[in-house]
């Protein structure tokens, strides 16, 4: 071995011997692993029982098919963003329950009933998951089905590579709850502060589980980055020019520049700490040469632009939905991409901000401070660009676009507060007190909002049903009123002086303000409960709830001319397009007859299992990593080069869809939304004529 | 400013389905999404380019730029590196006119190249080795080690996919799959000596000034 470890190795189990230590009679740990494990075992349940396995490995594991893959990408989200709730719920409820010297304690811990080593960890997994496992899959996910859609594509780029990131993606939630119940996870807090995370102050095994959970899912998301930016260059239908994208594809190509160019960062940095860890070299070690400032650097020239990652396809979803249920084109199409571009641009000049206080000097301050600011001006042209789009229109209240007006209002607060922490002088003030974690929440709370806005928006398109109003309503309500419980208090704390990661409050002044963060989380719950109704709801109404191509009656773009649920060929047909809102111009000009004169031909790609066996042996790599068993990583590594070479021999790799096939497919899939028309929600008042319904029958002669 | 393109088209006489439209052109989407790639791997080499600057000076009492780097071995190993590229080169000029036999030639001696780099990459750093230099001693040794062994790793990879490359061109001849493949690998191939030329002029030549 070349670096000193502390506890049991052996060459066979390399170092699980751990295990033994851990201490496994935790009530709060044994929840989670019953609550998984009854979980489980009901899904597999019903698959046996249902007969579904041959169903899942035909139509999901081994899939190629782009929406399919994003929804799968959208369901891990929201399983972990579950999971970094429940995380949420203990930091909050230790919170408030370890308020000054007389607070009790259980469970082992002093006061509260966790004891800081693991209230550490639920911090870190919270903050570690709800970016990278729960935020970014839901993103790409949501990039993933619409992009191909509203540019006119058959399908991605690279199919195959797309599933490899998905596989990689579901690898790093894995590794994650792995750690739950096998060992420990980081303690390190989400951003891995140095030194902090050498082996001789994090001995462990979960700072390790962090790494390896991180580097596999981000080299996913590379691959993520590559396949989207490639297709959105070659992929596009005729006539499609680039003054013609719809804003949602501008702004997931302003992101993926971002991801692409910015995880490898990441990947180094996680890469030196493992050098360090495992190999005893000095990059971030405190003597020896090591140079801490260098980690947080680098950490955060990749950290910043990743916020950048989450928010620009949440900046992308508004611009979809507001001008829907304005039944108004978006305002400002050219300042919207240039403020996207912009915003990717400024977005890696900035990373210092997140340390004015650790004494770079007046001038670099200054410099980032500015810089920071920047980006106030083009996010600035976006919300006046999405007011003006709902100033003087036929503004409907829809659910997503509640959520999407909500957005709106947390980008705005949390812009203004995040203009305040730019600032050198508030900043050594508030510097790690919970006011950044206010400021921060209600940054990624903006995402949140615009992604559940978007689920529900494009729901419909993926499913062929709506989501229900009534319980989507309920939860969009109960979450706004803990959005505001939780935050205002925590922002006002902040002020107060309250640091963050306390797992101890000896100040029992800010108890009752813990304790209205408490309702807060109180009404986050409910508002899941809500979710997951409106979820049974739907599923219970999917006839009745059944929509035709445009389930929104005023939708605008490409995504909406084809039909819902979309085929897996998304478009009969290749579109040609005339218009920066192909929809809305087809629809004004009564084209919507999704029949074209003729049926030809299809190429597609094959499903193929490769993605998930590399998927299976990256998973097996990862926890070999963690636990140094070296035999298994070699093994799995080797196996894994001998797959892709496998692969690369492969030479049947797609097949043709017959004319007549997609004939029969289509008539079948016209003939249901025949049946379901009716359903769309009327777009409010469309008299002027400019918005013909969506049932106008298409006389309009077709074709060349 | 209108939101709205200005119509140029009638509706009455647009063609709405492009019946023709049979996809895109394999190679160049696939050349596209590897130079992407290559951007990113770019980005790799520029965070460690940039880490190495800050570490140079970290030795730590240890051995120093001056004690440990021969530029003059170094150039030798450049010279190996371009003549390998320059052998692909050949290779690749002869697909251009179909020639089996002239990829696989340069190929060949694009890979024993290769392997001649790594060899004197493998003797250099046994050297090291043998002085004491090991990467555990200093923050610059760790940075050094690693940002040339980074690139000898990528030269690894590079000779692996020739391998399979010379295997899937006797096997298969001129496919689409094996062309792009060959175009792909020629970009990462003249990519490692582009990163090798870095590594000379900022790691090997700056540390003898
Ligand atoms: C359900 C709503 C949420 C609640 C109530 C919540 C609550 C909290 C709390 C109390 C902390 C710890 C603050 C401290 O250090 O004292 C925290 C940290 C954090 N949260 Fe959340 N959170 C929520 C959602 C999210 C979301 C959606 C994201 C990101 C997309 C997120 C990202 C983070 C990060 C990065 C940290 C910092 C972790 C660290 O200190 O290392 N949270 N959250
Ligand atoms: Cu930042």
């Known amino acids: 071995m070349l670096v000193d470890l502390q506890g049991p190795w052996n060459p066979l189990f390399g170092r699980l011997g751990l295990l033994l230590e851990v201490h496994y009679n935790n009530p709060v740990l044994f929840f989670a692993f019953e609550l998984s494990v009854v979980v489980g075992v009901i899904l597999l349940f019903w698959a046996t029982c249902a007969r579904k396995w041959g169903y899942i490995w035909r139509e999901w594991l081994t899939t190629v098919d782009h929406k399919k893959i994003g929804v799968m990408y959208i369901v891990v989200g929201l399983v972990m963003m579950f999971r970094g709730f429940f995380d949420a719920l203990m930091i909050r409820s230790q919170q408030a329950i370890a308020v000054g010297p007389d607070s009790p304690g259980v469970l082992g811990a002093a006061h509260g009933y966790l004891p800081p080593y693991h209230f550490d960890q639920v911090f870190t997994a919270h903050g570690m998951i709800m970016i990278l496992v729960a935020a970014t899959p839901i993103l790409v996910g949501m990039m993933n089905i619409i992009v191909p859609l509203q540019i006119g594509a058959r399908d991605m780029a690279y199919p195959y590579l797309n599933a490899l990131g998905l596989w990689l993606t579901v690898v790093s939630a894995a590794l994650v709850m792995i750690a739950l119940f096998i060992g420990d996870f980081s303690h390190a807090g989400w951003v891995g502060l140095a030194p902090l995370t050498e082996l001789p102050y994090s001995p462990g095994v979960g700072v390790d589980y962090w790494i390896w959970s991180i580097q596999i899912g981000s080299v996913g998301t590379t691959m993520g980055a590559i396949n989207l930016i490639a297709t959105i260059i070659k992929m596009r239908a005729p006539g499609m020019t680039w003054g013609r994208i719809p804003v949602f594809t501008w702004t997931s190509m302003a992101s993926n520049i971002i991801a692409l160019t910015s995880f490898p960062v990441l990947g180094v940095t996680l890469a030196l700490l493992t050098f360090d860890r495992y190999l005893g070299t000095h990059f971030f070690t405190v003597g020896l040469g090591g140079d801490l400032m260098m980690y947080t650097n680098l950490f955060w020239i990749w950290g910043h632009p990743e916020v950048y990652f989450v928010v620009l396809p949440a900046f992308g979803m508004l611009s979809e939905i507001i001008p829907t249920f304005s039944e108004k084109p978006l305002f400002g199409y050219v300042t919207m991409v240039i403020a996207s571009m912009a915003i990717a641009a400024v977005s890696w000049s900035v990373w210092l901000h997140h340390f004015f206080t650790m004494g770079a000097g007046p001038n670099v301050n200054a410099y980032f401070s500015i810089a920071t600011m920047l980006v106030g001006i083009p996010t600035g042209v976006k919300v006046f660009n999405w007011a003006f789009t709902m100033y003087r229109s036929r503004m409907r209240f829809d659910t997503p676009m509640l959520w999407a007006i909500g957005s709106v209002f947390l980008l705005i607060s949390g812009g203004m507060t995040g203009m305040m922490l730019a600032v050198p002088a508030i900043n050594y003030i508030v510097h790690n007190s919970v006011f950044v974690i206010a400021h921060f929440h209600n940054m990624f709370l903006l995402i949140v909002y615009a992604a559940f806005g978007a689920v529900t928006y494009w729901f419909p398109k993926v499913f062929g049903f709506t989501l229900d109003e009534r319980w989507g309503k309920r939860f969009f309500w109960f979450f706004t009123a803990g959005t505001l419980m939780v935050f205002i208090p925590m922002y006002t704390l902040g002020f107060m002086g309250m640091t963050r990661r306390l797992d101890y409050v000896s100040h029992t002044a800010w108890w009752p303000l813990l304790n209205a963060e408490m309702v807060g989380i109180g009404l986050y719950a409910i508002s899941i409960a809500c979710f997951v109704m409106q979820l049974a709801v739907s599923i219970r109404d999917r006839e009745k709830n059944a929509v035709g191509a445009d389930a929104w009656g005023t939708s605008r773009t490409l995504e909406w001319a084809t039909h819902s649920p979309v085929p897996y060929y998304n478009f009969a047909v290749t579109p040609i397009i005339h218009d920066r809102d192909e929809w809305a111009w087809r629809r004004k000009h009564g084209l919507t007859s999704l029949k074209p004169d003729r049926y030809v031909d299809i190429h597609m790609p094959k499903n193929t299992a490769v993605p998930l066996v590399l998927g299976v042996l990256s998973l097996a790599f990862g926890f070999a990593m963690v636990w140094r068993i070296w035999w298994l990583a070699a093994i799995s590594a080797i196996a894994m080069l001998l797959v892709i070479i496998y692969r690369s021999f492969d030479k049947d790799t797609d097949y043709i869809i017959p004319a007549s096939d997609v004939e029969r497919m289509e008539k079948e899939m016209l003939a249901r939304a025949e049946r379901v028309e009716g359903n769309a929600p009327a777009p409010g008042g469309a008299a002027g004529g400019a918005y013909a319904s969506p049932q106008a029958p298409s006389k309009r002669h077709q074709g060349d | ?209």
């Not at chain 2, 790639?37 to 520029?46: G, P």
């Not at chain 2, 970290?58 to 530029?71: M, Q, R």
Request: charged letters at 10%; glycine letters at 10%.
């Open chain 2, 1 to 209: 400013m209108s939101s709205h393109s200005a119509e140029s088209v009638d509706p009455g006489k647009v063609s709405l389905w492009d019946y023709e439209h049979h996809g895109h052109d394999p190679i160049s989407t696939r050349t596209l999404g590897f130079w992407l790639y290559m951007l990113s791997d770019a980005m790799i080499f520029a965070a460690l380019f940039a880490a190495y600057g800050v570490y140079v000076r970290n030795a730590a009492g240890g051995p120093t730029e001056a004690d440990i780097i021969h530029p003059i071995y170094a150039m030798w190993e450049s010279v190996v590196v371009f003549t390998s590229v320059f052998a692909y080169g050949l290779g690749m000029a002869a697909l251009k006119k179909g020639n089996r036999a002239g990829v696989i030639n340069g190929l060949l001696a694009a890979f024993a190249l290769g392997l001649v780099f790594l060899g004197m990459e493998y003797k250099e750093f046994a050297d090291l080795i043998a002085d004491g230099a090991v990467p555990q001693r200093s923050g610059f040794l760790s940075a050094y080690w690693t940002i040339v062994l980074t690139h000898g790793l990528h030269m690894i990879f590079g000779l692996l996919w020739m391998l399979v490359m010379l295997f899937q061109v006797m096997r298969e001849g001129f496919t689409q799959n094996v062309v792009y493949r060959l175009i792909n690998l020629r970009l990462f191939w003249h990519f490692q000596a582009i990163i090798w030329v870095c590594v000379f002029t900022f790691v090997y030549l700056k540390g003898v000034l």
